[in-house]
Each structure stands twice: as C-alpha cells, then as structure tokens.
C-alpha cells in the first residue's frame, strides 16, 4: 500500500512564506549528517552552488557558453533542474519514493522540497526517509562532477 501525500496550499503558504529560513536552517544542522552535506544542502536552497547557469550569471563563464544539464542534456542546468526536474535524475527519485511507498509530485524548488516533507512526514519511516534526501542530493552533485 502506497501512503500518497498531497500539499495544500496552506503548506505552500507556510513553507514559503510564513516560516523563516532561519528555523530550518537550525533544524539541518542538528541532524546526524555530515556538515558538509549540510552546508551544500543549505547552498543548493539558495541556488548558490555553482551550476552551469550560475556560473555564466556570475561571469565564470562567457555568456555564449552551453549550460546543459550534464545528465540530459536538454534543459539548462539549474539547480532545480539538476536535483528535482531532470529527466534522469526522476527516475532516481522515483526509485527512493517507491522504495519509501511513498507518491509524490516533484515540488517546485529545493526549499519547498524541504519544508513540505518536515511538515508533513509525521510517521517515522517518512521522517527516516526524509534524511535520505540530503545523501541523495550530495551522490547527484558528485556524479555531475565526475
């Protein structure tokens, strides 16, 4: 039996505009994972890791240069894109949900991504679960990098 989660508009109304970023920053780095997946975790939320489209924004870049997504090469790579909408990575997130017997539509950004699984996993497998998200976001920057 699969648990299927749904978010209201009032957890988007919480999540994003209600609740400061300070608290979950707080609640991340309390956890038992490494600080360095939390520090990246934390920078991802801001859409300040060094992706394709962040680089040519930050002049690392030239303006002309190709910022593809490195696994599907279709879209351009934003961290978005990269950890939650990319083609390939899908799949490895359709892996994790099933394997949690969860469903769940893929939210916008990271942040929402957060703060609507740490106000609605109230049962103790989806809160385990929940801390499978971070090794997961960390093994998708490495594999991007390698």
């Known amino acids: 039996m699969k648990l299927v989660i749904t978010f209201p508009l009032s957890c988007f109304l919480t999540c994003v505009l209600l609740q400061p970023a300070q608290k979950h920053f707080h609640f991340l780095i309390t956890t038992d994972i490494s600080f360095k997946v939390v520090t990246f975790s934390w920078t991802s939320f801001l859409d300040r890791i060094p992706t394709q489209v962040n680089l040519v924004i930050r002049p690392v870049l030239n ?60 049962s103790r497998k989806l809160r385990r679960g929940f801390w499978l998200i971070w090794p997961v976001i960390w093994v998708i920057w490495k594999e991007r990098n390698d």
């Open 63 to 122: 303006a002309d240069a190709a910022v593809n997504c490195v696994f599907c090469c279709g879209m351009e790579e934003t961290s978005t894109h990269l950890f939650l909408h990319c083609d390939f990575i899908s799949k490895v997130w359709l892996k994790v949900f099933n394997w949690l017997q969860v469903n769940l539509v893929t939210p916008l950004n990271l942040f929402m991504h957060f703060q609507c699984w740490t106000n609605e996993a109230r």
